[in-house]
């Protein structure tokens, strides 16, 4: 009885799902060679999900918002994130799109984030669309939500990426 009761609830733990990663979204490869000599602060990004147990991991908005933090520090586009509003460059994130399938063997989840860019004079100067997708395999890991929450981190990771690298076209 002792190992049903044990079995049933390591597969319960094993199958809760878990939001996507900070440290799997975030891009470190990409340096700017156009840096702009200023302060941008980055508004929480919208329309993320919270993760239920035993469903469909999901991408958050806090931990999108600091993926994206930590990338574009890491890109040196910017001289640091700033804590307010004032005078600084502003980014506003929105999760638009995402598409994620219930079953399978392979999950390729697809993502499209609208990103919108304003600069110290709050005039809009990048205004776009992204989309990217993400796909975990089978010899990645047998736990289904695993798999699912990978393909997140990929599809997000890919997006951060696109974005940073249109990023370098702002001046």
Known sequence: MKKLIYSITTLTFLNCAIPARVDKMTVSVVKSNHKINNEIFINESKGGGITLPFWIPKISNENFTQAIKNSVLNSEKFLKIADNNTNHW???VEITDWDH???????????????????EKNIEVYNKEIYSKGTATMEETLIGVYRANRANEYAAKKNILLFLLDLENVN
């Open 90 to 92: 502003r980014l506003e």
């Open 101 to 119: 399938p219930w079953f399978g063997i392979d999950f390729t989840h697809s993502l499209t984030v609208r990103y919108k860019l304003y600069n």
